[in-house]
Each structure stands twice: as structure tokens, then as C-alpha cells.
């Protein structure tokens, strides 16, 4: 059974970086191909990918925010551990892990997802 | 970028059947997937690879995809079905959502 759990900071300052851990189980991402994405959701609107690390720790980010973001992961711990710097009110929202099982499928697990604000 | 478009929101009457459309660049030569998210609820996926259902979703949600439009297809909807619905492709190694359309069955 895949399941995936993020946690980290629930308020974070404007300008703060942001530094979220998911923590897995039921996979392990040594495997060339599988990964974890990481994706967010402000309030009442859609979602939007941020990035994804892979077994073989290739990375991938969304071009419009690549600047901000680090993913990187911990295969030991079980764990992937993703940054975005210069946080804004407007990056307020929930983060979501996910477990992507390759071959440009889908995100077939999510984890329940952390609320974190943007506020001084 | 690659964008894809979904209509903001779709009604359907109990019982009847809902299609959600999303939109893009010759979108029948990807695979798309599509989540569902209740409110307050995390996503789900419910079709993945245009047309195929995870184990334990309804075979109610079927998929299609040709040309510049996918669609999700529920049959028979229910109350339960009322939930924000997103699509997702791959593009250039990026993952792409659709901006979500909500479904109200009346």
C-alpha cells in the first residue's frame, strides 16, 4: 500500500523559503522511471505542478517557477524533501506529494496534503 | 507553454450524463488522466491513459481522446459525483493540469 505524507511550516513570512518534507511508504524511489511530485492548490482554485524528482534523481520543474524550486530526496528516509524560496501571499495554499508511477502516467497516490500560508 | 482548457463549470441532471471537456494542442496524441477532488477532499484519480479506470472507481467514469479535446464521461450521476474535475498530460517532461471544472448535478 502507497502512502505519502507531507509536513512542514503552516505560516511562513514573505520573503521566507519554504522547505516541505513527504515522507513515503510502499515504494522506493531507487527505481529508474517512478518519482514524487510535488503540486499546490490555492484556496478555491486549481491545481498546479511544481516539481518531481525521480528514482534515478532526475528533476523536474514547472518552467514558471523553476527559479524558486529545489526538490531533492532522501531514498534511505524514504523521503523527498522540496524548497521554494521568496515566498509571496500569493503562494499560500495547500502542498500536495503525489507518487507518479512513469511512463507520462498519472500521480496515482496523493498525500492528504499541508496548508501553509503566506502572511506577515 | 502547453495549456489546457477546461470549461469552468458543467450541470447535469440526476441520472443523466455529464461530459467534461478539456482542450489542447492536439491533445489526442497524449495520454490524459483525470482527477476528481470532492470538497475539502484531496484529489483522486479517476481516469488515467485516456480511458482506463483505477481499481474501485464506478465504471460510470469512462474516458475518451482524439483530436484537440479529451473528455470525462460519467453516466447515470449521481450526488456523490458533484466535485471539481481536473485533466493532466505530460509536455516537454512538465506536468500540465487543466484549470478544473466543476460539476453540479442538479
Given at each position: 500500500q502507497i502512502t505519502l505524507k507531507e509536513s512542514g511550516p503552516t505560516l511562513v513570512k514573505p520573503t521566507q523559503t519554504l522547505t516541505l518534507t513527504c515522507i513515503?511508504?510502499?515504494?522506493?524511489?531507487?527505481?529508474?522511471?517512478v518519482g514524487v511530485g510535488w503540486i499546490r492548490q490555492p484556496p478555491g482554485k486549481a491545481l498546479e505542478w511544481l516539481a518531481l524528482i525521480y528514482g534515478d534523481d532526475d528533476k523536474r520543474y514547472s518552467p514558471s517557477l523553476k527559479s524558486r524550486?529545489?526538490?531533492?530526496?532522501?531514498t534511505s528516509k524514504n523521503q523527498v524533501v522540496f524548497t521554494m524560496t521568496n515566498m509571496n501571499p500569493v503562494d499560500t495554499g495547500t502542498y500536495y506529494c503525489a507518487y507518479y508511477g512513469g511512463y507520462s502516467g498519472p500521480f496515482d497516490y496523493w498525500g492528504q496534503g499541508t496548508?501553509?500560508?503566506v502572511s506577515s | 507553454s502547453y495549456e489546457l482548457t477546461q470549461p469552468l463549470s458543467v450541470s447535469v441532471a440526476l441520472g443523466q450524463t455529464a461530459r467534461i471537456t478539456c482542450g489542447g494542442n492536439n491533445i489526442g496524441t497524449k495520454n490524459v488522466h483525470w482527477y476528481q477532488q470532492k470538497p475539502g477532499q484531496d484529489p483522486v484519480l479517476v481516469i488515467y491513459e485516456d480511458n482506463k479506470r483505477p481499481s474501485g472507481i464506478p465504471e460510470r467514469f469512462s474516458g475518451s481522446n482524439s483530436g484537440n479535446t479529451a473528455t470525462l464521461t460519467i453516466s447515470r450521476a449521481q450526488a456523490g459525483d458533484e466535485a471539481d474535475y481536473y485533466c493532466q498530460v505530460w509536455d516537454n517532461f512538465a506536468v500540465v493540469f487543466g484549470g478544473g471544472t466543476k460539476l453540479t448535478v442538479l
Amino acid at each position: 500500500q502507497i502512502t505519502l505524507k507531507e509536513s512542514g511550516p503552516t505560516l511562513v513570512k514573505p520573503t521566507q523559503t519554504l522547505t516541505l518534507t513527504c515522507i513515503f511508504s510502499g515504494f522506493s524511489l531507487n527505481t529508474s522511471g517512478v518519482g514524487v511530485g510535488w503540486i499546490r492548490q490555492p484556496p478555491g482554485k486549481a491545481l498546479e505542478w511544481l516539481a518531481l524528482i525521480y528514482g534515478d534523481d532526475d528533476k523536474r520543474y514547472s518552467p514558471s517557477l523553476k527559479s524558486r524550486l529545489t526538490i531533492t530526496k532522501d531514498t534511505s528516509k524514504n523521503q523527498v524533501v522540496f524548497t521554494m524560496t521568496n515566498m509571496n501571499p500569493v503562494d499560500t495554499g495547500t502542498y500536495y506529494c503525489a507518487y507518479y508511477g512513469g511512463y507520462s502516467g498519472p500521480f496515482d497516490y496523493w498525500g492528504q496534503g499541508t496548508l501553509v500560508t503566506v502572511s506577515s | 507553454s502547453y495549456e489546457l482548457t477546461q470549461p469552468l463549470s458543467v450541470s447535469v441532471a440526476l441520472g443523466q450524463t455529464a461530459r467534461i471537456t478539456c482542450g489542447g494542442n492536439n491533445i489526442g496524441t497524449k495520454n490524459v488522466h483525470w482527477y476528481q477532488q470532492k470538497p475539502g477532499q484531496d484529489p483522486v484519480l479517476v481516469i488515467y491513459e485516456d480511458n482506463k479506470r483505477p481499481s474501485g472507481i464506478p465504471e460510470r467514469f469512462s474516458g475518451s481522446n482524439s483530436g484537440n479535446t479529451a473528455t470525462l464521461t460519467i453516466s447515470r450521476a449521481q450526488a456523490g459525483d458533484e466535485a471539481d474535475y481536473y485533466c493532466q498530460v505530460w509536455d516537454n517532461f512538465a506536468v500540465v493540469f487543466g484549470g478544473g471544472t466543476k460539476l453540479t448535478v442538479l
